[in-house]
């Protein structure tokens, strides 16, 4: 008698993420790094086959931050490719071309103040990236990345499982909030830590998702559950617009 296998399809290989943060010393600078990423930057990320590079920037009504911050977020399939990076920038010349203000900046004349880098890895509840179904006017749109770090590597893996196993990331998908990433922290000023992005048409669409999320009896039930409790010893949000020549 012979026995027919059905094939199954191997789970999708998980995503790397760089999200660089650019500190920003005056308008000037910002504006070089803005001419840099959309000019050179982005467009030599896509001809390396990295299709949804994200440029975010604080919602004007963080006054601490606004002006002072540019956030790129740049999914990879590897941390080969993230290694690589600089090598396959390397070799492209209109790269070169369109980003020399930044590439070749005078000691006394620099692009930015400095730049901060986190490197992350997609959770296993899901393992790429998406680009969010919003519908609004691009400069109304609210994506909020938070930032959830644990007291020890053990509690703090306790919160990914809780995301991944314990149904959180399926009861955000549930209720609409549009989410970009979920993903550890590998390398990073603040560890051990998990980030996500969530995004929505304007900070009305944002309240009233949030409100949704605190009524909901599957929440509800989760959040009691004594297998997650004290999981998360700092959350921190940050409130980000997308520029106009964000892919994301």
Do not use: C
């Not at 299709?51 to 941390?79: Q, R």
């Not at 890895?121 to 680009?131: N, R, S, Y």
């Not at 399926?170 to 993903?183: D, K």
């Amino acid at each position: 008698m012979t026995v027919a296998f059905a094939a199954v399809a191997a789970p999708p290989k998980r995503e790397f993420y760089e999200i660089k943060i650019y500190h920003l010393k005056d308008a000037d600078q910002g504006t070089r790094v803005e001419n840099y990423l959309k000019d050179a930057y982005i467009p030599a990320m896509h001809r390396a086959g990295i299709k949804n590079v994200g440029v975010f920037k604080p919602v004007a009504s963080d006054t601490a931050a606004a002006g002072k911050l540019i956030y790129v977020f740049t999914p990879l399939k590897s941390l080969e490719q993230l290694l690589d990076m600089p090598k396959t920038l390397a070799k492209d010349a209109a790269y070169a071309s369109a980003g020399k203000d930044y590439i070749d900046a005078e000691f006394k004349n620099a692009p930015y103040a400095r730049y901060e880098t986190i490197v992350l890895q997609a959770f296993t509840g899901m393992p790429m990236h998406k680009k969010p179904g919003l519908t609004g006017p691009k400069a109304d749109r609210v994506y909020e990345l938070r930032s959830y770090e644990g007291h020890t590597e053990k509690i703090y893996q306790n919160k990914v499982k809780m995301f991944n196993d314990g149904g959180e990331v399926p009861l955000f998908e549930r209720l609409g909030f549009n989410a970009v990433f979920y993903a550890e922290v590998i390398a990073g000023s603040h560890q051990p830590n998990l980030m996500y992005m969530t995004t929505f048409d304007n900070k009305a669409s944002r309240d009233e998702h949030w409100k949704a999320f605190s009524a909901d009896a599957e929440w509800n039930k989760l959040k009691v559950n004594p297998e997650y409790q004290n999981n998360v010893s700092k959350n921190t949000s940050f409130f980000l617009t997308p520029t106009d020549y964000s892919d994301i």
